[in-house]
């Protein structure tokens, strides 16, 4: 089983050391045909718009689209929890995304002032205490469709309540960045999920 890190942009090498932590197989894919070797495929944080114009360029949008509606398991940091949104507020009007998991998600959520912010997150299925959770000019999630396990919200704050983990199927998304904290927990979930589909 390998998994495919999206590398068009963003903190690719941080989700290839944590993969690799969890004794994953883990490579960047930048080319179609790269995505057509890996069994699921973890989308990085960075830059949503970026991404989303560089998939464009580089082939990809409708190759991940594809295999991510024919099953293929997923795992979106930040920006990557845009792109396999459906729906995306404040996104710029061309940016186009992967249609995965049935959210509306809004960009740079937490406020301009707030660049990025630490708070402890619960997340239902992964044991040991709340994640430390890294927000960086994160997104939440508005709302979701009838498929989709709210998995994680913030706990205290003026965003107290806001959705910020959640999963859909073989697809799942945080707003914030487990590859940039060495906490495992979240990669391995993944792991397992994958491994459990392939
Ligand atoms: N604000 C970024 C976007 O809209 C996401 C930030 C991140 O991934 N840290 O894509």
């Not at 594809?66 to 710029?92: E, F, H, Q």
């Not at 912010?117 to 619960?122: G, M, N």
């Amino acid at each position: 089983m390998v998994i495919g890190v999206l590398a068009l942009q963003g903190d690719v090498r941080e989700h290839l050391r944590a993969l690799a932590e969890c004794d994953a197989l883990a490579r960047p894919v930048r080319r179609p045909e790269e995505l057509e070797s890996v069994d699921a495929l973890v989308i990085p944080g960075g830059e949503s718009t970026t991404m989303s114009k560089l998939a464009v360029e580089f082939g990809l949008l409708e190759p991940v689209r594809k295999r991510i509606a024919g099953g293929m398991p997923a795992y979106g940091s930040c920006a990557g929890m845009i792109m396999l949104a459906t729906n995306v507020l404040d996104g710029r009007p061309d940016q186009r995304g992967f249609d995965g998991i049935e959210m509306t998600v809004r960009r740079n959520a937490f406020g301009r002032q707030v660049d990025s912010f630490e708070s402890p997150v619960e997340i239902t299925g992964v044991e040991g205490g709340p994640f430390h959770a890294v927000f960086i000019r994160a997104p939440w999630v508005e709302s979701v469709g009838a498929e989709v396990e709210v998995l994680g919200r913030v706990a205290g704050g003026d965003a107290a309540g806001r959705i910020v983990a959640v999963r859909q199927g073989n697809l799942l998304a945080t707003s914030f960045h487990p590859e940039l904290t060495g906490d495992l927990r979240l990669h391995r979930y993944f792991v397992d999920l994958a491994r459990a589909a392939s």
